[in-house]
């Protein structure tokens, strides 16, 4: 079992650049992709981004609506991944779910941050 800890959404202001971090525990060794998706109000859950971890390497891919402004990174270390949010616009406003999985394609949800952006 992998457990998933989100931390870092809350209120921010149109414009603003706040980080989610999620770290990981349990039975880690496996993992190879860490990613981060949305659900806004209504809609479906969304991939917003991705990282694939090959040996010590990382291959981030991200959603059309985030490139360029939210970046996915990963400390292997200390089994954390981040999202580095910038440029954030009121239609980022979600509920943010970080999620992970291993080699056997089983996957882990966290229990999700929720990210609002309003003035």
């Known amino acids: 079992q992998v457990q998933l800890v989100e931390s870092g959404g809350g209120l921010v202001q149109p414009g603003g650049s706040p980080r989610l971090s999620c770290a990981a525990s349990?039975?880690?060794?496996?993992?190879?992709?860490m990613g981060w998706y949305r659900q806004a109000p209504g809609k479906e859950r969304e991939l917003v981004a991705l990282?694939?971890?090959?040996?010590?390497?990382?291959?981030?891919s991200y959603a059309d609506s985030v490139k360029g402004r939210f970046t996915i990174s990963r400390d292997n270390a200390k089994n954390t991944t981040y999202l580095q949010m910038n440029s954030l616009k009121p239609e980022d406003t979600a509920v943010y779910y970080c999620?992970?999985?291993?080699?056997?394609?089983?996957?882990?949800w966290g229990q999700g941050t929720q990210v609002t952006v309003s003035s």
């Open positions: 349990g039975s880690t060794v496996n993992i190879n992709a």
């Open positions: 999620n992970a999985r291993n080699i056997y394609y089983i996957t882990y």
């Open positions: 990282i694939t971890s090959v040996g010590n390497t990382n291959y981030p």
